[in-house]
């Protein structure tokens, strides 16, 4: 069983009200037993939203209260980012999910590489909340890209 970003599989729920549907990962999905998931909707935040970036650390910072998720106009998001990230984890665990393939340099799903919290595209070291919480519970974490 996998868990899959479902805006990689072509589901509108991008926080722009798009998708970043990649072709494989949606055939991945209709072929395999997979579980599509948006922890931000998961966690509360509507689609479209605006977007968001963490500051002052990354996902396990965000989880450890050291670092908030804030959006666009500074307004704390975190909350909803630690909610939707708990509730995949949930989903992941009662499907007894061991691979998750996540959207890439997302707040949420990003692993190993995130956006720096400035919203000018530059990039950082790290995890989004979601990849940071199923890498600490076991669960094998790669991006779209990987």
Known sequence: MLLISACLAGVNCKYNGG????????KIAQEEKAILICPEQLGGLPTPR?????????????LQGEAKVLDQNGRD?????????????????????????LKAR??????GMIYDGSF????????????????????????EEE
């Open 50 to 62: 605006l977007p968001c970036e963490i500051v002052g650390g990354d996902g396990k910072k965000v």
């Open 120 to 143: 000018q595209g530059r990039k950082k070291r790290g995890d989004g909340v979601t990849a940071a919480l199923l890498k600490e519970n076991g669960i094998d974490v790669f991006t």
């Open 19 to 26: 998708s970043n549907e990649v072709d494989k990962i949606r």
């Open 106 to 111: 997302s707040p949420s799903c990003g692993s």
């Open 77 to 101: 998001q975190t909350p909803f980012f630690i909610k939707g990230a708990q509730e995949t984890l949930k989903i992941a665990k009662l499907c007894g999910v061991q691979i998750a393939i």
